[in-house]
């Protein structure tokens, strides 16, 4: 039998927790996908058992099932047994990764480039960023298509530039200061500017600082910030991600403020739960439970701080609606705030999106990895948008906020949440 | 994952007299089913590439249903994607003896489609297809795989209606449901679906296909054969199609959320509310552990404190709605009620019942293993049956919840438990011996709609009189005299040979 490393840190209830009632599988969209059992979160369950009770090893197949898993987290939701499935998930993706079972050069090297260089180390990001928005904002990445210099790169890799994010001029620390004080200030807040969102919606950061200085926060944003650990420990690399948590707790001083805020979705639904990650840290474990008790989504915290309504304007409507990034409604049970929020701002027609929680196919780097799955999400989510006729889709995370509007075209704009409350404010004062 | 117990080798669940069946990993046909293998290369030219699985990865999720400590490895699991394939499959299954495990979506409550030592797993869920919606009929005509939901999903449009609702409807197939006869909470007014199956395409052990009954509301030509695959749990037939009565879609429901500060007040409501010839659609209680589960996992807004709480629902014209919700609500205040509240829309109403149907599974939230039974008794003897199920509980020393459908006298009394603690599945095991034990004094039976399949195979015999046990074999060995079909389920059985 194959010694277990961190899937030896799960108790075994967490595996009996499973009923297998079946209860998830019409929630599951690689299930929907296959109607195969494996591809099934109680499936994955099983095989996570068998391995535990020693009658399966950690093979290929195991990591590649786990693989194409998107940890959606759709069977949380509707799980009424309440496995803990983000757990088992996490711990069974780094089981695979410490068994090496799905080795290949290749994968090493890019596991290696982007998880130890580019997000492990904030300042590589940031140059990658600079180099990335002078290709893109000089004209030479137009020049490069055209030349068909791109053949060079490996397939997926060339089906994949034209969806690069457009990287902004001005990354977070130009836009928002480290310290931003409200005329009336009633709380103070930490403020989480994430990797992605730094590097292409550095304006989403700065609209959400403006929505809580408008709300009596005053921000703290440390300058230079690093990964939460999300892109780590939903790819199997869970000691990098207790790394990373450390250096996030690190850099606030948690005593002082009263809450840490994210306004995405992929980095919220995990870093609420460093106590967990850093539970064997005697340094950490207590700093972790505080953080924990502190860490909130944006729309988590306005609603609970009771946010100003924005006052009526006169601009005219515009058909708009609501998708459900997986990370919040189900990895945060968040669904109702961003809906209190959207429904607070005036000129905003809103109408239902079919399905709306289910998986854009994003997913983290889903659409890098599985690219033919992840893109039968996006056109399900498109045509669901279509439907709508909305002009406008908010969703709040980057990853959907990404797979998305790559999904519609530029017809429909994708819009932050937050950043439709900040323009509302903003047109108040114009007024 | 730490295996907390003892570090010492893993030791199997053994569940003794409940599930009087335990099987390690057996590999008796094991390598001949691989796709290079002679009869591997067979099946595929059955079911098609890509429709055989044989790796351990394939197998272990399809070696269990929704039941509690209930496995075992198939030899190999074939995914056919029409009725002529399953015919095919069951040919050259006949030809090398192995038998057959039919299986949908695999949320069996009685272990009836857990594999079989040896034996293949035919999983319909490919076989998806609603053939036909006949208005001018009020039929319905489906493949075996269809989900039940999608059944009532096709149907609504047209102003009809599927009436059989079991907890797991969202994802069961109506194959399953038709093979084990399955219930749901709408049985006091609408009946179970044996009361919807007009006929039925069945493939028979030699794998020739039959199809039994017709569109005719009036058929009594011959036996009645459909009705003998009606909960048949897969020993008979493969149920490939089925042809299912709608009837006219209620205009509309009101739902209504009662709390009682002991059962025998809920019970008398219920009582009362039949006695003055109202049948509502619903009638479902649960009791305080439950309700503090779903509450917990569904927020509908239970009340956590009550002894009892009745989910009662009418359905019909608008005017008789009102009038008979109205007079639930007075019976029930009338009984002692502690409070009595309204849904306050369809939405809140389809949120209830949801929360309802997932009350087995939230009870998993309080300990590792979760046994639910399904005994059921005469409505009129259903209060005597609650609360000597608490005092089993008592007795034993159990965590056991229960809740159920108090119009028709449908109870599930719901172990709370830990299968690796052997001393504790002792005494569940006694506590299920006592309460299958006064269920069929009361004149009840051992499973009202889950099955017999692995988990109640030992006490079947005590509900059966020794002739009609008989009969029972008398009919598996007429039809399927090999024994090929879901063998060892219901009761155990040999080939006719043998």
Same mark, same amino acid.
């Given at each position: 039998?194959?010694?277990?490393?961190?899937?030896?840190?799960?108790?075994?209830?967490?595996?009996?927790?499973?009923?297998? #009632?079946?209860?998830?599988?019409?929630?599951?969209?690689?299930?929907?996908?296959?109607?195969?059992?494996?591809?099934?979160?109680?499936?994955?369950?099983?095989?996570?058992?068998?391995?535990?009770?020693?009658?399966?090893?950690?093979?290929?197949?195991?990591?590649?099932?786990?693989?194409?898993?998107?940890?959606?987290?759709?069977?949380?939701?509707?799980?009424?047994?309440?496995?803990?499935?983000?757990?088992?998930?996490?711990?069974?993706?780094?089981?695979?990764?410490?068994?090496?079972?799905?080795?290949?050069?290749?994968?090493?090297?890019?596991?290696?480039?982007?998880?130890?260089?580019?997000?492990?180390?904030?300042?590589?990001?940031?140059?990658?960023?600079?180099?990335?928005?002078?290709?893109?904002?000089?004209?030479?990445?137009?020049?490069?298509?055209?030349?068909?210099?791109?053949?060079?790169?490996?397939?997926?890799?060339?089906?994949?530039?034209?969806?690069?994010?457009?990287?902004?001029?001005?990354?977070?620390?130009?836009?928002?200061?480290?310290?931003?004080?409200?005329?009336?200030?009633?709380?103070?807040?930490?403020?989480?500017?994430?990797?992605?969102?730094?590097?292409?919606?550095?304006?989403?950061?700065?609209?959400?600082?403006?929505?809580?200085?408008?709300?009596? #926060?005053?921000?703290?944003? *440390?300058?230079?910030?690093?990964?939460?650990?999300?892109?780590?420990?939903?790819?199997?690399?869970?000691?990098?991600?207790?790394?990373?948590?450390?250096?996030?707790?690190?850099?606030?001083?948690?005593?002082?403020?009263?809450?840490?805020?994210?306004?995405?979705?992929?980095?919220?639904?995990?870093?609420?739960?460093?106590?967990?990650?850093?539970?064997?840290?005697?340094?950490?474990?207590?700093?972790?439970?505080?953080?924990?008790?502190?860490?909130?989504?944006?729309?988590?915290?306005?609603?609970?701080?009771?946010?100003?309504?924005?006052?009526?304007?006169?601009?005219?409507?515009?058909?708009?609606?609501?998708?459900?990034?997986?990370?919040? #409604?189900?990895?945060?049970?968040?669904?109702?705030?961003?809906?209190?929020?959207?429904?607070?701002?005036?000129?905003?027609?809103?109408?239902?999106?079919?399905?709306?929680?289910?998986?854009?196919?994003?997913?983290?780097?889903?659409?890098?990895?599985?690219?033919?799955?992840?893109?039968?999400?996006?056109?399900?989510?498109?045509?669901?948008?279509?439907?709508?006729?909305?002009?406008?889709?908010?969703?709040?995370?980057?990853?959907?906020?990404?797979?998305?509007?790559?999904?519609?075209?530029?017809?429909?704009?994708?819009?932050?949440?937050?950043?439709?409350?900040?323009?509302?404010?903003?047109?108040?004062?114009?007024? | 994952?730490?295996?907390?117990?003892?570090?010492?080798?893993?030791?199997?669940?053994?569940?003794?007299?409940?599930?009087?069946?335990?099987?390690?990993?057996?590999?008796?046909?094991?390598?001949?089913?691989?796709?290079?293998?002679?009869?591997?290369?067979? %099946?595929?030219?059955?079911?098609?590439?890509?429709?055989?699985?044989?790796?351990?990865?394939?197998?272990?999720?399809?070696?269990?249903?929704?039941?509690?400590?209930?496995?075992?490895?198939?030899?190999?699991?074939?995914?056919?994607?029409?009725?002529?394939?399953?015919?095919?499959?069951?040919?050259?299954?006949?030809?090398?003896?192995? *038998?057959?495990?039919?299986?949908?979506?695999?949320?069996?409550?009685?272990?009836?489609?857990?594999?079989?030592?040896?034996?293949?797993?035919?999983?319909?869920?490919?076989?998806?297809?609603?053939?036909?919606?006949?208005?001018?009929?009020?039929?319905?005509?489906?493949?075996?795989?269809?989900?039940?939901?999608?059944?009532?999903?096709?149907?609504?449009?047209?102003?009809?209606?599927?009436?059989?609702?079991?907890?797991?409807?969202?994802?069961?197939?109506?194959?399953?449901?038709?093979?084990?006869?399955?219930?749901?909470?709408?049985?006091?007014?609408?009946?179970?679906?044996?009361?919807?199956?007009?006929?039925?395409?069945?493939?028979?052990?030699?794998?020739?296909?039959?199809?039994?009954?017709?569109? #005719?509301?009036?058929?009594?030509?011959?036996?009645?054969?459909?009705?003998?695959?009606?909960?048949?749990?897969?020993?008979l037939g493969i149920i490939t199609k089925v042809l299912l009565k709608l009837v006219p879609r209620p205009k509309a429901r009101r739902t209504l959320l009662a709390s009682f500060d002991s059962m025998e007040a809920a019970a008398r409501t219920v009582s009362e509310i039949i006695a003055q010839q109202i049948i509502p659609c619903t009638l479902e209680f649960l009791d305080r552990k439950t309700c503090g589960c779903v509450e917990d996992y569904a927020k509908v807004g239970l009340p956590t404190e009550a002894a009892a709480v009745v989910l009662m629902e009418t359905d019909g014209a608008e005017s008789v709605v009102d009038e008979e919700?109205?007079?639930?609500?007075?019976?029930?205040?009338?009984?002692?009620?502690?409070?009595?509240?309204?849904?306050?829309?369809?939405?809140?109403?389809?949120?209830?019942?949801?929360?309802?149907?997932?009350?087995?599974?939230?009870?998993?939230?309080?300990?590792?293993?979760?046994?639910?039974?399904?005994?059921?008794?005469?409505?009129?003897?259903?209060?005597?049956?609650?609360?000597?199920?608490?005092?089993?509980?008592?007795?034993?020393?159990?965590?056991?919840?229960?809740?159920?459908?108090?119009?028709?006298?449908?109870?599930?009394?719901?172990?709370?438990?830990?299968?690796?603690?052997?001393?504790?599945?002792?005494?569940?095991?006694?506590?299920?011996?006592?309460?299958?034990?006064?269920?069929?004094?009361?004149?009840?039976?051992?499973?009202?709609?889950?099955?017999?399949?692995?988990?109640?195979?030992?006490?079947?015999?005590?509900? %059966?009189?020794?002739?009609?046990?008989?009969?029972?074999?008398?009919?598996?060995?007429?039809?399927?005299?090999?024994?090929?079909?879901? *063998?060892?389920?219901? %009761?155990?059985?040999?080939?006719?040979?043998?």
């Amino acid at each position: 039998m194959t010694e277990l490393k961190y899937m030896a840190d799960l108790d075994y209830s967490v595996v009996q927790q499973c009923m297998h #009632c079946g209860m998830c599988l019409p929630s599951c969209p690689t299930y929907l996908e296959t109607k195969q059992e494996r591809n099934s979160p109680r499936g994955r369950i099983a095989l996570m058992r068998a391995i535990a009770d020693g009658e399966l090893e950690v093979t290929k197949e195991f990591g590649e099932e786990m693989y194409y898993c998107l940890g959606c987290l759709a069977c949380t939701t509707a799980c009424p047994a309440g496995v803990d499935y983000p757990k088992l998930f996490e711990h069974a993706r780094a089981e695979v990764e410490y068994h090496g079972v799905l080795f290949s050069p290749e994968r090493r090297f890019w596991r290696w480039l982007t998880l130890r260089q580019l997000f492990a180390k904030p300042w590589m990001l940031r140059a990658v960023g600079r180099m990335l928005w002078l290709y893109q904002a000089s004209g030479v990445s137009g020049l490069v298509r055209k030349s068909g210099l791109l053949r060079i790169l490996p397939k997926n890799l060339r089906e994949l530039e034209p969806t690069t994010p457009v990287v902004k001029r001005h990354f977070s620390d130009d836009l928002i200061e480290s310290t931003e004080t409200p005329r009336e200030k009633r709380y103070r807040v930490g403020m989480l500017t994430g990797c992605v969102q730094d590097l292409v919606f550095s304006d989403v950061n700065r609209d959400t600082v403006d929505v809580l200085l408008a709300n009596g #926060c005053e921000v703290v944003t *440390p300058r230079s910030q690093g990964c939460c650990g999300s892109l780590y420990a939903h790819n199997g690399d869970l000691d990098q991600a207790a790394e990373q948590a450390r250096a996030a707790i690190d850099s606030f001083d948690l005593e002082s403020i009263d809450s840490i805020i994210t306004n995405a979705a992929g980095c919220g639904s995990h870093l609420k739960h460093y106590t967990h990650l850093l539970r064997d840290d005697p340094d950490y474990a207590e700093k972790a439970r505080l953080w924990d008790s502190k860490a909130r989504d944006i729309s988590e915290w306005l609603v609970e701080i009771g946010f100003r309504v924005p006052e009526p304007n006169a601009e005219k409507e515009v058909r708009t609606t609501y998708h459900e990034a997986c990370h919040l #409604c189900h990895g945060q049970n968040i669904s109702a705030q961003p809906r209190e929020i959207l429904n607070a701002i005036p000129g905003l027609n809103m109408v239902e999106l079919k399905d709306a929680t289910n998986c854009c196919g994003s997913a983290g780097v889903y659409n890098i990895t599985q690219p033919e799955q992840a893109a039968k999400l996006q056109k399900e989510k498109a045509a669901c948008i279509a439907e709508t006729g909305a002009d406008v889709v908010v969703t709040a995370n980057p990853g959907c906020h990404l797979q998305i509007q790559n999904g519609v075209g530029p017809d429909v704009r994708v819009e932050h949440p937050i950043s439709l409350l900040a323009r509302a404010y903003r047109s108040e004062t114009k007024q | 994952m730490r295996i907390r117990k003892k570090a010492s080798s893993i030791r199997p669940l053994r569940f003794g007299a409940i599930a009087g069946y335990f099987v390690a990993l057996h590999m008796t046909n094991h390598g001949k089913f691989s796709p290079g293998s002679p009869l591997g290369a067979l %099946f595929i030219d059955a079911v098609g590439e890509g429709n055989l699985l044989t790796e351990a990865e394939d197998l272990i999720p399809y070696g269990f249903d929704g039941t509690a400590a209930l496995k075992n490895r198939a030899v190999c699991v074939v995914l056919p994607r029409s009725t002529e394939a399953v015919g095919e499959v069951m040919k050259l299954a006949a030809a090398e003896g192995i *038998p057959v495990v039919t299986r949908g979506s695999g949320t069996g409550l009685s272990g009836g489609s857990v594999p079989v030592d040896g034996g293949i797993v035919l999983c319909l869920v490919h076989l998806d297809t609603i053939l036909e919606v006949d208005p001018a009929n009020l039929t319905i005509l489906c493949e075996s795989g269809v989900i039940t939901k999608a059944v009532d999903d096709a149907a609504n449009p047209h102003g009809l209606f599927y009436p059989p609702d079991p907890g797991s409807m969202k994802i069961s197939t109506i194959g399953g449901n038709v093979a084990n006869n399955s219930g749901g909470l709408r049985g006091l007014k609408y009946g179970v679906t044996r009361d919807y199956v007009m006929g039925m395409e069945v493939v028979l052990p030699s794998g020739e296909t039959a199809w039994l009954g017709s569109k #005719c509301v009036k058929d009594v030509a011959g036996y009645s054969m459909k009705d003998l695959f009606i909960g048949s749990e897969g020993t008979l037939g493969i149920i490939t199609k089925v042809l299912l009565k709608l009837v006219p879609r209620p205009k509309a429901r009101r739902t209504l959320l009662a709390s009682f500060d002991s059962m025998e007040a809920a019970a008398r409501t219920v009582s009362e509310i039949i006695a003055q010839q109202i049948i509502p659609c619903t009638l479902e209680f649960l009791d305080r552990k439950t309700c503090g589960c779903v509450e917990d996992y569904a927020k509908v807004g239970l009340p956590t404190e009550a002894a009892a709480v009745v989910l009662m629902e009418t359905d019909g014209a608008e005017s008789v709605v009102d009038e008979e919700s109205e007079a639930m609500a007075s019976i029930a205040k009338e009984n002692g009620a502690i409070s009595v509240e309204k849904a306050r829309d369809d939405a809140h109403a389809a949120r209830l019942a949801t929360a309802r149907r997932s009350a087995f599974s939230a009870l998993a939230r309080i300990r590792p293993t979760t046994i639910l039974e399904d005994v059921t008794v005469p409505r009129s003897r259903l209060v005597e049956i609650v609360s000597f199920v608490e005092e089993t509980a008592q007795r034993h020393q159990l965590d056991i919840a229960t809740f159920g459908h108090f119009g028709d006298g449908n109870v599930h009394p719901t172990i709370l438990t830990d299968e690796t603690d052997h001393e504790e599945m002792e005494r569940v095991e006694h506590a299920l011996s006592d309460i299958f034990d006064k269920t069929i004094e009361l004149g009840g039976t051992i499973t009202g709609e889950h099955g017999v399949g692995l988990a109640k195979k030992p006490f079947l015999p005590r509900q %059966f009189d020794d002739a009609s046990y008989g009969l029972l074999k008398q009919v598996k060995s007429a039809i399927d005299p090999h024994c090929l079909l879901n *063998p060892g389920k219901i %009761f155990d059985s040999e080939s006719a040979e043998s």
